[in-house]
């Protein structure tokens, strides 16, 4: 099972609609996690870091939940510009080492 | 603010020659630098986790000897890949952070190298 894992996609929207994603972590000594867009052959963005209370930034929502072990990224009234893919990102620290693991992404279309 | 920048942005070469890449934090000082390698329509790897000052951290299977970091000071680390080979071709992209390792990260744009 891998470390990160997210539902590659594509998933194909049409404006306006609401989305959401989810990550899962199977590691439970992780303790950060953030979300990040990129677009095609670009560099990650950070989207939003994810906070133990979920915190919001406009039409985006990123929740944490740390029993069942997944972040989650809704997207309300999706635009065109939304269309990228979005990474989910565990830093996570145990007695030997600290890892930053990058899912494989989530490709989201937004059609007209 | 948190603006990376690297340099340069493309770079096409011969096999056996070395490339260099900069990585510079603008505005802010970055305490760790990352590498990461993404290939064409996979995920980032991350190779290398660099303090300023000291030896870099490699990841499992990533060279060290052949893939040269150095974090001279709390605005820039460098990558030279050395003996470059047509394999090493790839998007190579740094990120920056002004804390440790579980801060945002903020990457620059990217390097995408051609061997030939």
């Known amino acids: 099972r891998k470390e990160v894992e997210q539902d590659p996609g594509p998933f194909n929207v049409p404006e306006g609609a609401t989305v959401a994603f989810n990550c899962t972590y199977s590691n439970s000594a992780s303790q950060s996690f953030f979300w990040y867009r990129q677009d095609c052959r670009k560099e990650p963005k950070l989207l939003m870091s994810v906070y133990s209370s979920g915190n919001e930034d406009g039409r985006f929502t990123a929740q944490l939940n740390r029993a069942s072990q997944y972040i989650s990224l809704l997207i309300r009234d999706s635009k065109l510009s939304d269309s990228a893919t979005y990474l989910c990102?565990?830093?996570?620290?145990?007695?030997?080492?600290?890892?930053?693991?990058f899912g494989s992404g989530t490709r989201l279309s937004i059609r007209p | 603010g948190a603006v990376v920048s690297q340099h340069p942005s493309w770079v096409i070469c011969k096999s056996g020659t070395s490339v260099k890449i900069e990585c510079r934090s603008l505005?802010?000082?970055?305490?760790?630098m990352f590498w990461y390698r993404q290939f064409p329509k996979q995920s980032l790897m991350l190779m290398a986790t660099s303090n300023e000052g000291s030896k870099a951290t490699y990841e499992q299977g990533v060279e060290k000897d052949k893939f040269l970091i150095n974090h001279a000071s709390l605005t820039l680390s460098t990558l030279t890949v050395t003996s470059a080979h047509p394999e090493d071709s790839s998007f190579y992209i740094c990120?920056?952070?002004?804390?440790?390792?579980?801060?945002?990260?903020?990457f620059g744009p990217g390097t995408r190298l051609t061997v030939t």
């Open positions: 505005d802010f000082q970055a305490t760790t």
């Open positions: 990102v565990v830093n996570q620290r145990d007695s030997s080492a600290s890892k930053i693991i």
């Open positions: 990120s920056a952070a002004s804390g440790s390792w579980e801060y945002e990260q903020y």
